[in-house]
């Protein structure tokens, strides 16, 4: 289960993410959201333990508990929605229907001049 840990110090990296969290079981991954420009983080991240109860041991023991001043907060991860944003593309286009341009009456006119002068 993957748990979302809010309101992290901003000094908290992976490493120190899940050794905090080690202490209430098998942690496969500890991931410190960081932007991705400056590296700073920002200021959540997310834990996957190994199974669920240790998770929610995890949840029910580190939610609303200080760590360097900040009080977390600490729940179980939910999917991420689709915001209609892309990190890469920036946002998502629907694919519309290619549209004809329809032609200017005015740009008929001089060949059909040219034609009469012909």
Do not use: C, H
């Not at 200080?66 to 694919?95: H, T, Y």
């Amino acid at each position: 289960m993957k748990v979302y840990v809010g309101n992290l110090p901003f000094s908290i990296r992976n490493d120190k993410l899940k050794e905090i969290f080690s202490e209430f079981g098998e942690v496969t991954e500890a991931v410190v959201i960081t932007d991705r420009y400056s590296g700073r983080s920002k200021g959540f991240g997310f834990v996957t333990f190994a199974n669920d109860d240790d998770a929610k041991k995890a949840i029910d023991g580190m939610d609303g508990k200080e760590v360097e001043g900040r009080s977390l907060k600490v729940n179980e991860a939910k999917p991420r929605e689709d915001s209609g944003f892309r990190r890469d593309d920036g946002p998502v286009k629907q694919a519309d229907e290619p549209k004809e341009e329809p032609e200017a009456e005015e740009s008929k006119k001089p060949a059909e001049d040219l034609k009469k002068a012909a």
